[in-house]
């Protein structure tokens, strides 16, 4: 051995800002206002609660299940249980009992942290989750007279409360589990990805790349995105080990409030799915001159693909950079990523060509390997024409689903990822679709991402969704569903003739029908399963079949 | 198993730039201009080298040497052995003959790539160097004509001529070696350093952070610290996994061919020893105007510590941040950094403020630990006062040297460094001394480093350099040796005058001694060994025991 083999442990890198910046603030929003702590009682917080999680018996590899909202103390749960060595199991609080009783038996939690406001919905489960031994209840304003029947409930200050502030952090395996998250599953029951110590600290070191999203000790971040998906799209690890200032919106997701708490609060740098940032356009343009947000730089956009029009909305109105990440709970998350300028030999094009590129998924992150394969597993040219099966690889890429190994998702150490996409001759990943969600007309593809992105490009559309119908011709057909924009009809023909100026005349829609609103899955993406079913409920025939 | 376990290996991420930008270039100065070559043309050349050399019998673990300046067949090299398992042991061309000989034996070097321009060097060691079989000769303009008695000499354009462009990396263990580097040992034999593929895969994501040297895609990278030290810093590996365009000076070292290659090249982030930077400035100030500098943006500052005043220069009069680094060999080598912004909080700083930081080796990269202790091995207080001795671990901290593993320079997992400093509540490293720099005096320790960059800011000074004296009374005393800026003569009082506006009285040099120059080591830095040498051999004695 000639270099140290120090494992690659989260608690080796969590420590390290609130030492660098033991006075940076973890700011969380509440029903009063903000509540504010710095990171060095952060960090103190973090050793007391594993030290009372140890106390109420929690061992290494035991499951300790969150149901929160992003906030200190979900925060806290982050760093306690990565330093302890006890596995976070983070819960989605938008999940139905149904998935919810299922996941917390599957992975056996021993103890729930859980917010008092989300009491209620745990509430449902009482009985059906035997492994549960005992809830803690983080209580923030307005929910102090809490009460549950669940098992053994205490008070998250009262269980942390006089414990010392430093746990001396074991040193176990770097591929000991660290976190386990299960995906919303589109069919069967959902899936747990189990990430690993050195998983996490290798998608760390990624994050906070120069060429990743930037991310700097100078920066204050506000992740959007919950801390219940892919962990947080691994932003709370990376802003622990920097010394980031942290905004956390809790359960204040309105675009009203997001837009004040970055305003007020600085923030430099967020993170959410289009709908967020669709909604905070939509604020802004209702609002003039009313949200300050000039000292927003930059936006990282996941969980689906941002239309080109919203990255340059953004651009053009609040020069604010819209980065497009790509991923899924399977890839940790972040797997590839586009920015306006990612090459030196693009720092002279055009802004319309630098906005061209990111409109694509983006270029893959260093230690992954990604390829697009045909049916049969062979690798397709990268052309920027030919359309294939997406597989990943790497130390941050999922091989297994959780007590559940699913072979069939996975192909020879690669992840078959469930989206069909190109590769350009740039080497940027572009994504077609969901394989699940193409549509099959005649033997060739559309994708309805294409169609979406170019639908809601209109002034008067607001939202666009494209699902297949079937044919008994062409196997498939694509039809869209649009929200208007408020006060605006949306005219069938003029969205087919805008579709023409950039589609084949066999690629648009059959039909065009305006909607209130389009269902969205608990990951706040466009849940074309749900509107496909409504869809059928309704008896919906393709206008040459009526 | 949850997440791949992919192993770190370097081949992993080394085709990358050359992947996403294959038209950048490689620029090697030649004594015709410069030599360009793609990144493509780089990887493919790198693949074929890696052919040629197994099929010159070079098997994984096989150590092969370069005795080379910085240019594109250096990096071929480094990318080759890398990705084929082969160990690169990088030749210091400053090495005397004697310690030459010895690395070369001790390492059993099978093959050395080596600069037709320093072939005489090699020359001498005919018949001394048994283990290497073959040499391989890369020629640049002006050297066409070689020849040498060395074994089996080959031109490197022959050798590599009509091999295969891809090259199957093949998955070896992440622990296996990857480089191997001689430290200039100032006592006894050189020790060498072998780096190995998990710890400089680590390194190298750690460089490429934003809160790091922030190297990006979109940087020019020249580094001007040799491919001989310390693996170039680690810069060649992380500019390939980018994609950086690089610049590499190759023999032409004087800071008039850098200055022109910097500005005509556009580079915007450059490395090198303080005494390059003091070169550089000396030129810019007797040429004003000539030197177009103004691509440059950044430049990073190791091996010993830049003077503040320097750091300001910089600043002032080219809008450059230098970065501050601080490592050695045994540290692959970043261990901590300063830069003039690192945390939110300093954002608020006055631009003095902030140049006092940066005047500090540094912030803890994340992954490594690094406290200071006294010669008892406990800890001592972060307090910006106490001095003791700096040890470090972690991912790319050596663990033993190779085939010599001097158990004395470790201590419980951490390397003993051999430099002494003080922590201060900010965490920053700030380094005293080399241990055997020191002056020790009446039992107090007096830094050579604060005295010599406190005389340096003086405008008569260009260079100074302190070192101890025996004395009967005090143990040592200290003696600055001052080198003087063009056509002045520098006083011995004012020095002293000026030395106590900042240190107390016992602290002022007994003598200052004006030179021509001051010996510098084969890595650039002041070579006290021989300062204190000479000093000998002249019989100089201190003013009082004359």
Redesign the interface.
């Known amino acids: ?6 494992p ?1 442990l989260m608690s ?2 969590l420590d ?1 800002g609130a ?3 033991p ?2 603030e973890i700011v969380t929003a509440t029903a009063e206002g903000v509540r504010r702590q710095t990171l060095r009682e952060t960090r103190n917080r973090a050793h007391q609660l594993a030290h009372a999680l140890k106390a109420a018996g929690i061992r290494e590899g035991d499951r300790v299940g969150t149901f929160m909202w992003n906030g200190s103390r979900h925060l806290e749960a982050y760093h306690a249980t990565a330093g302890m060595g006890a596995v976070l199991h983070t819960l989605n609080v938008r999940l139905s009992d149904k998935d919810l009783e299922y996941i917390i038996n599957h992975a056996s939690d021993r103890l729930i942290i859980v917010d008092a406001d989300q009491l209620p919905q745990l509430e449902a489960l009482v009985g059906r989750i035997p492994s549960v031994e005992r809830v803690i209840v983080a209580t923030e304003p307005g929910f102090e007279g809490w009460s549950t029947t669940l098992p053994n409930p205490v008070d998250y200050e009262a269980f942390i409360a006089g414990q010392p502030t430093t746990y001396d952090w074991p040193e176990i395996d770097e ?1 000991s ?1 660290l976190g386990l998250c299960y995906t919303s599953g589109t069919t069967g029951n959902p899936k747990g ?4 110590h ?2 996490q ?2 998608h760390t ?2 994050q ?4 990743s999203m ?7 971040l506000c992740g959007i995105v919950p801390m219940f998906h892919a962990m947080g799209w691994g932003l709370p690890w990376t802003a622990l ?5 942290q905004v956390m919106p809790h359960r204040f997701m309105g675009v009203e409030r997001l837009a004040e708490l970055i305003a007020s609060e600085g923030v430099t740098v967020s993170a959410g799915v289009p709908t967020i940032w669709q909604g905070i356009k939509g604020l802004v343009e209702a609002n003039p001159g009313k949200y300050d947000l000039s000292s927003l730089s930059r936006v990282t956009c996941g969980g689906s693909a941002p239309p080109p029009s919203l990255i340059r909305w953004y651009w053009d109105t609040l020069g604010v950079e819209m980065i497009q990440g790509w991923g899924m709970t399977e890839t ?1 998350p972040l797997a590839t990523l586009s920015r306006r ?7 002279k094009l055009s802004e319309d060509d630098q906005f061209r590129n990111v409109a694509k998924a983006g ?2 992150m ?2 992954l ?1 990604l390829d697009i394969f045909d049916d049969n597993f062979n690798r397709l040219p990268h052309d920027g024409e030919t359309v294939g099966e997406i597989l990943v ?8 689903y ?1 007590h559940n190994p699913q072979p069939e998702k996975f192909h020879d ?1 690669w992840l078959i990822t469930g989206d069909v996409g190109k590769i350009d001759a ?2 940027y990943l572009i994504i077609s679709d969901r394989s699940k969600d193409l549509v099959k007309s005649g033997g060739e593809w559309i994708s309805s991402v294409d169609l979406e992105n170019h639908i809601v490009a209109m002034p008067e559309v607001a939202q666009a969704c494209v699902v297949a119908q079937p044919h008994p011709k062409w196997d498939e057909r694509p039809v869209a569903l649009v929200v208007a924009a408020p006060g605006v009809t949306v005219d069938k023909d003029k969205v087919l003739a805008h579709c023409a100026t950039a589609f084949a005349r066999w690629q648009l829609p059959d039909d065009v029908l305006q909607v209130e609103s389009i269902p969205l899955t608990s990951t706040g993406k466009m849940d074309k399963k749900v509107v496909r079913a409504n869809l059928e409920n309704q008896g919906y025939r393709l206008p040459d079949l009526r």
């Open positions: 051995m000639a270099m140290q083999h120090s690659l080796r890198i390290r030492r660098l910046s006075n940076e591929n589990a990805v189990e990430y690993e050195r998983s600290y290798l070191m990624a906070a790349m120069t060429d930037g991310l700097s000790a100078t920066d204050t080990m920097l010394g980031c200032k940790s300028v990612m090459k030196r030999s693009q720092l270029l893959l260093p230690g390997e690889r790497g130390p941050w890429i999922c091989s297994e959780y150490g740039d080497e």
